[in-house]
């Protein structure tokens, strides 16, 4: 057996050679393990004599301490290194250049809707939502657009083929069963526009088949054509940034509103450019109306007391007039190159912060 200052030069030299904490463990089993050399003369002491065991214990006693101490600052001192090499090879250089990640843009689509929204809110309309797969109640029936009505086939719809009985589900083809949705939800007064998706089976320079429409609703006691011409040129004059916003409302036809009348609005020529203001000529922007009493009846409320307007128009075609895009194709290409140009930046979104006046 070897004598104790013996173990404490062996283990000694094995601890300072270990090279990683695993090594230094495998050194602590060897030496002070349940097998371990020194635990193995620890044992020696029971079967000594009183006079030896009292000589030889603090010498055994001693030796395993001194290697437990030595093994105890090893090891401190192999976790301080791991420490440094990590804190050294992670370490940040906040000073280098960051890398440039692609930045997208708001859709001027996006935009416009923002935009409409926040002209809206300020006259005190909310924004409502409907479905796009909508049935054939809400998108026509309801709208006063019966089965063999010529005006279903103005809008070449979308079916969804279910292979059950009965009319089946739409691609709604105009955002105006919106307008059924809210008064059958809520009770009058009522405010909305209605922004979103719709489809038709159409595609040319001016049609896509799918495109965004916003509906106006304004539902109250004594709401009358006046209130309709007023809100259209307050939002027009918002939107397009111009107080020249000239209106004419021509008569015309839709099931849902009566009388009906489709709205222009004056352009004039800048740079060989139209543009909306002025009045050297007329463009049509959107459809409108009074509410068709049969309309407000289907939705369970009294057109005796109830009464109000309806208007239907194209955000696309808004987006195009005021930003100056001449494909409406374009916008749905996905081409980042248009995007890049025709975007707008988020903190851009919307423009319209000054909000109208009183
Ligand atoms: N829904 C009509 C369309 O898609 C637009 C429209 C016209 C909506 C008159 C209305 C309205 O609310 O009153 O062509």
């Known amino acids: 057996m070897p004598a104790p200052d013996e173990l404490v030069t062996l283990y000694s030299d094995k601890v300072a050679k270990a090279g990683d ?3 230094l463990d495998a050194v602590r089993v060897e030496a002070l393990g349940k097998q371990g050399e020194i635990t193995q003369l620890l044992k020696t002491l029971g079967k ?4 030896t065991r009292k000589a030889e214990g603090p010498k055994i006693q001693g030796a395993r301490m001194a290697v437990a101490d030595a093994i105890e600052a090893r090891k401190a001192a192999l976790e301080n290194e791991a420490l440094e090499a990590r804190l050294a090879s992670e370490k940040l250089d906040l000073s280098l250049p960051v890398d440039e990640t692609p930045l997208g843009s708001v859709h001027p689509v996006s935009q416009v809707m923002d935009e409409l929204s926040e002209i809206f ?11 796009e ?3 054939d109640w809400h998108n026509f029936e309801a ?5 063999a009505h010529p005006a279903r086939a103005m809008q070449d719809t979308f079916y969804l083929a279910t292979g059950e009985e009965g009319a089946p589900p739409v691609l709604r083809t105009h955002t105006s ?19 979103g998706r719709v489809y038709r089976s159409d595609s040319d320079a001016t049609h896509t088949p799918m495109f965004h429409q916003v509906e106006g609703l304004v539902i109250d006691r004594n709401i009358h054509m006046g209130h309709l011409k007023w809100t259209l040129e ?19 036809y839709f099931p849902f509103t009566e009388p009906s009348a489709e709205v222009d609005v004056g352009w004039s020529q800048v740079k060989g450019r139209r543009v909306v203001g002025g009045s050297e000529g007329w463009m ?6 009074m509410v068709h009493p049969k309309v407000i009846a289907n939705c369970g409320l009294d057109p005796d007391v109830w009464q109000g307007f309806a208007f239907g128009c194209g955000i696309d075609r808004l987006a195009m007039l005021k930003y100056g895009m001449d494909d409406l194709r374009a916008f749905f290409d996905g081409d980042l190159r248009w995007l890049k140009h025709y975007g707008f930046g988020m903190l851009d979104t919307p423009t319209l912060s000054a909000g109208v006046g009183a």
């Open 284 to 289: 049509e922007v959107l459809g409108s109306g």
């Open 133 to 135: 797969i909508e049935d």
């Open 121 to 131: 809110a300020d006259m005190g309309f909310a924004v409502a939502e409907g479905p």
């Open 21 to 23: 904490l695993a090594a």
């Open 234 to 252: 307050t939002f027009l004059k918002a939107f397009f940034e111009r107080d020249d916003i000239v209106l004419r409302l021509r008569p015309s």
């Open 143 to 147: 709208l006063n657009i019966p089965e």
């Open 177 to 195: 069963p919106v307008q059924i949705r809210t008064m059958m939800r809520e009770q009058p007064p009522i405010r909305i526009i209605a922004p």
């Open 48 to 51: 000594m004599d009183p006079d």
